[in-house]
């Protein structure tokens, strides 16, 4: 069973920076990837990064210049830098792996991180 953990969250100024992290178990890193999204109150989630490989990482132009996003493949981890935070990056922040079904992919999820960014 693949579950996924994600911490790093926290209370932090405008500003300030987080690094968050997904642990996996139960997983490996596979051609479907894995990514992190956000969910802001009352919003949709929103994808941040989708994470291919250690070479192939898509950021969606959130955070744009600010927000990194990383793999540890040996790990089948993946990380979320983020600098200059500022209070619209208030989210809870998933992490998701992409598991393969015979057509596409599917996602698991993590249970989310809380982000708040204050002034």
């Known amino acids: 069973q693949v579950k996924l953990v994600e911490s790093g969250g926290g209370s932090v100024k405008v500003g300030g920076s987080l690094m968050l992290s997904c642990t996996t178990s139960g997983y490996t890193f596979n051609s479907c990837g894995m990514g992190w999204y956000r969910q802001a109150p009352g919003e949709e989630r929103q994808m941040v990064s989708h994470?291919?490989?250690?070479?192939?990482?898509y950021m969606s132009g959130i955070g744009q210049g600010r927000f990194t996003a990383s793999q540890d493949k040996a790990k089948n981890a993946i990380y979320l830098k983020m600098n200059r935070l500022e209070t619209e990056d208030t989210a809870v922040y998933f992490c998701?792996?992409?598991?393969?079904?015979?057509?596409?992919?599917?996602?698991?999820w993590g249970q989310g991180t809380q982000v708040t960014v204050s002034s």
């Open positions: 994470i291919l490989s250690d070479r192939d990482i």
């Open positions: 998701a792996a992409g598991v393969p079904t015979r057509d596409s992919c599917t996602n698991v």
